[in-house]
């Protein structure tokens, strides 16, 4: 078991004293720190932007809003159209492409298409299933019977 560490109980090292700073020293303190800045001028010269400075608050605030809601409608502005542009071409290149190819390449690819999938497709559109599955109800009832179903409040 470990002593309990007491403060008291050790020796304090002695310190150093202080040296006093020299004669005058907090005097000439703000002007040596004053003279190692840079100059307004030089500063003012070496940005180009000083007739910015020379604006007043309201109109700086004016011209960055200004700017920002440029930019912003620039963004929207140029991305709009393009965007439209791709998707339509994708979509024609997808139509050209028999519909038994597209299925036949979904299951042997190493593409996994899950029921989730499906349902946003059939979501968006309902009727999309009825140009491709041809299936009566005593086929659909055979097929859903076939499936394991290890939860029995689904039977």
């Not at 491709?132 to 086929?139: I, Y």
Request: charged share 20%.
């Amino acid at each position: 078991m470990k002593p309990s560490f007491k403060l008291d109980e050790h020796p304090r090292r002695p310190r150093p004293l202080l040296s006093e700073p020299p004669v005058g020293y907090f005097d000439q303190l703000p002007m040596r720190v004053m003279a190692r800045l840079p100059q307004a001028e030089a500063r003012e010269a070496a940005t180009g932007w000083g007739w910015l400075a020379r604006l007043s608050p309201a109109l700086r605030t004016g011209l960055a809003s200004v700017a920002v809601l440029g930019g912003f409608a620039a963004s929207f502005y140029l991305s709009g159209p393009q965007a439209a542009g791709p998707a339509g071409v994708a979509a024609t290149s997808l139509d050209a492409v028999p519909r038994t190819e597209l299925v036949g390449y979904l299951l042997t690819s190493g593409a996994r298409v899950e029921n989730s999938d499906l349902v946003v497709l059939t979501a968006a559109d309902p009727n999309l299933t009825n140009g491709f599955l041809h299936a009566s109800e005593a086929e659909l009832t055979e097929a859903l019977d076939a499936q394991p179903s290890e939860d029995l409040t689904y039977l």
